[in-house]
């Protein structure tokens, strides 16, 4: 998930807000189509998501450290499990499967799996 994180900010910058600046950090040029307060809450969501993405991963690495079907253990997997499978459905049903992050999350969510019932 960290990694998935990295890759979606840099991807994000790059691809997307680089031509949505005119200056400063924050971007805040959205064409005839999205307002500048508009501009702000995507970039702002943007990176959020990225930040959730880093907690994923500390919460996975905790996760691996405790005693396996534990109580704690068992409702961390679970809710893994389904937030993964969650956000990978609303991916890939909101982009029609052109954005590759359904997969991304797809796999976090089987791996979690995988290591929890293997």
Request: no cysteine; glycine share 12%; net charge positive.
């Given at each position: 998930?960290?990694?998935?994180?990295?890759?979606?900010?840099?991807?994000?910058?790059?691809?997307?807000?680089?031509?949505?600046?005119?200056?400063?950090?924050?971007?805040?040029?959205?064409?005839?189509?999205?307002?500048?307060?508009?501009?702000?809450?995507l970039w702002?969501?943007?990176?959020?998501?990225?930040?959730?993405?880093?907690?994923?991963?500390?919460?996975?690495?905790?996760?691996?450290?405790?005693?396996?079907?534990?109580?704690?253990?068992?409702?961390?997997?679970?809710?893994?499990?389904?937030?993964?499978?969650?956000?990978s459905l609303?991916?890939?049903?909101?982009?029609?499967?052109?954005?590759?992050?359904?997969?991304?999350?797809?796999?976090?969510?089987?791996?979690?799996?995988?290591?929890?019932?293997?």
């Amino acid at each position: 998930m960290a990694l998935i994180g990295v890759i979606h900010t840099v991807l994000g910058e790059v691809l997307i807000f680089q031509r949505m600046r005119v200056k400063g950090v924050v971007p805040t040029k959205g064409g005839e189509v999205l307002r500048e307060r508009n501009v702000r809450i995507l970039w702002a969501t943007w990176h959020l998501v990225t930040v959730l993405g880093f907690l994923v991963a500390v919460v996975i690495v905790h996760l691996i450290r405790m005693p396996a079907g534990s109580v704690e253990s068992r409702l961390l997997v679970v809710s893994l499990i389904g937030a993964m499978l969650a956000s990978s459905l609303l991916v890939l049903v909101g982009t029609r499967g052109r954005h590759p992050g359904w997969a991304g999350l797809l796999v976090v969510a089987l791996l979690v799996g995988a290591g929890a019932y293997a």
